[in-house]
Each structure stands twice: as C-alpha cells, then as structure tokens.
C-alpha cells in the first residue's frame, strides 16, 4: 500500500499494470476497491427490494397454503383408498377361510391326480321293478370300495393303467442278403 501511495503521488494515477501486480499480491485490495466504486441505494431502490421481498414471501405463503390444502384434499383420497383396500383384504380373507373349510370335508390331495367322485348309479322309474326282492344290484363292489379308500386317503388316485401298443415290426431287406424274385 505504502508504494502504491507514492506512485499516485507522482503520477496522479496509478497505472493498469500496476493495479494487476499489486492484486495479485494483495487479493484484499481489489475488494475494496469494488465497494468504493459501488453507489449508494436510494430509498426508492431500498422500498422496491423490500416490496420484491414481501411479494416473494407471499407468494411462498401462499404456494404453501395451497399445498396444505392439497395434502388435506389427499388425505381423504388416500383414506377412502385405505379403506377400500381394507375391506378388499378382508374379502380375500374371508374367501380363502371359506375355501380352507370346504377342503377340509374334501379329501386330501396324495398323488398327482386329485380324488374324483364316482357317479350315483341310479335306475330310472321306468327300469325300476315291482317289488325289492326283483330289484339287482348297480355297479361293482369292488369299484366302489377302492373309490372309498381314495376318498378316505388311504391310497392315493390313480388312473386306469393303459396298454401300450406295440409297434409293428418293419421288414428291412439288407445288400447282403436280397430276396431274390424271379
């Protein structure tokens, strides 16, 4: 600082390249510098910011309110959707008890086939005899036992083994051994 005060005594004004050198050594000095060279605010700049301020401040209040207002608005949706999605629950719940108690009267799965009901062999009116003493028995006791075996899960449900067919066999007629025709 001190040279620089006797270089603008010499010369009035200090020069450009001496204010770079002497920024460059003294970063504090370009600072003060600036805020001299600043204007006073008037009071008509001082109010117009200060209105600036206000409205800013109101219009985040207001951008506020009406957020508050929206979340309020969601708070009964969201409310109604909980509810909705309670009572859906509880649906299900009472859908899947319901279906809990109707398997326990069914029987139990054991194998890969599920337990099939037989069909009721009933004679028709028309085919029914006079008298009980005539009437002949449907079906075969040894079907329906085995069905009640499955059914009380002592043996697992099986399908009816199928028969393989065997396929016939091709005559190949090799080089070596022709058939000869004549």
Excluded: C
Excluded at 77 to 103: D, F, N
């Amino acid at each position: 600082m001190v040279l620089r005060e006797e270089k603008m005594l010499t010369n009035g004004e200090p020069d450009e390249e001496e204010e770079e050198e002497e920024e460059e050594q003294n970063p504090r000095a370009s600072l003060t510098t600036q805020n001299t060279t600043r204007e006073k605010k008037t009071e008509k700049q001082r109010r117009k910011e200060r209105e600036e301020k206000e409205k800013a401040r109101t219009r985040l209040a207001q951008r506020e309110q009406t957020d508050k207002q929206q979340q309020w608005f969601r708070l009964r949706s969201i409310k109604a959707e909980l509810q909705r999605r309670a009572q859906v629950t509880a649906q299900r719940r009472q859908r899947r008890q319901e279906r809990r108690e109707a398997e326990k009267t069914q029987p139990r799965r054991l194998g890969r086939l599920r337990f099939e009901a037989p069909d009721l062999e009933v004679q028709l009116s028309d085919e029914l005899p006079g008298s009980l003493r005539q009437l002949k028995p449907e079906g075969s006791l040894l079907k329906d036992r085995f069905k009640s075996l499955q059914k009380r899960n002592l043996i697992e449900p099986r399908e009816r083994a199928k028969f393989k067919l065997k396929h016939k066999l091709k005559y190949v007629e090799k080089r070596a051994f022709k058939e000869i025709t004549l």
